[in-house]
């Protein structure tokens, strides 16, 4: 995997390769937001993976939202500044991470400056990248106490990504079906979240929601992908589409990366949400 570090690097990451044979680097200053989707074995967690080892060794720090469990991201958890395992956790790391995007807010606005960046570097605050594993188990709700819940997480999530880039908070949001049966939400999540990566999907709803408000091709081009092109995706924003293959890094290499790095997590102890 090459390295990447020094400054210019930020927030850069080398996941892959394009079909041209060029870079796929996700660059989170350039598109903050992230929806990342693919059925099972399609090759997200690999994503997910190489973007993880990728940030794993910058100065940025890393919080992840699993409602599953834990079962994904908790391999990562030496280096995650804070992690939420199910959906009453999640609803709480949401509202402080808004919370910690307001006072940011205030921080700049007092330097009347438009954004982190503008700060002098000592005053700056850290980046925060937010890891969200399996939208539909924070949006899929079977009782009304669930649905309060669910809203107010697909409402927290849509606050920081309007408000998320100029304050250094990024969101990269994966699921397998990501469809309009999750609730009106999800459709307004997807519109702030600018950077779409399909991999194989199960469903032509998922492939709609990834890709389909931005190119028809592009959506044509994330069907036709097979199940023995594990890893193969289409990546679109608002520049256009590619397809591209990511670097296969096992979850062990990135638990590996994620344990060489756990010295560099930032503490943000306005995150350390009580666990209920
Ligand atoms: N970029 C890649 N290059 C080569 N093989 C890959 C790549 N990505 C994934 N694979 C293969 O596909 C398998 C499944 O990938 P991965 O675990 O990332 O899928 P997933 O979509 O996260 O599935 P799940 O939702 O079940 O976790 C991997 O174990 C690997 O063998």
Sequence with gaps: MPKQRGPGH???VTVGALETGAAWV???RRVPHWLIVGATRSGKSTLINALVAGLAPQPVALVGIDCKGGMELSLYEPRLSALATNREQAVRLLAALVDLTLDRMSVCRAARVRNIWGLPDKERPVPVVVIVDELAE???VASRNEKDEAQA???ALIRLAQLGAALGVFLVVAGQRVGSDLGPGVTALRAQLGGRVCHRVADPGTAEMA????NPDALKAAQAIT???AGTAVLASGDGWERARSHLITEAEAEAVAAEYAHLTPVLSELHVEAP
Excluded: I
């Excluded at 890709?211 to 931005?214: A, C, F, I, K, V």
């Design 10 to 12: 930020l927030l850069r």
């Design 26 to 28: 996700l660059d989170l």
């Design 138 to 140: 924070l949006f899929l």
């Design 153 to 155: 997480a697909g409402t």
């Design 211 to 214: 890709l389909g408000d931005l």
């Design 227 to 229: 199940p023995e092109q």
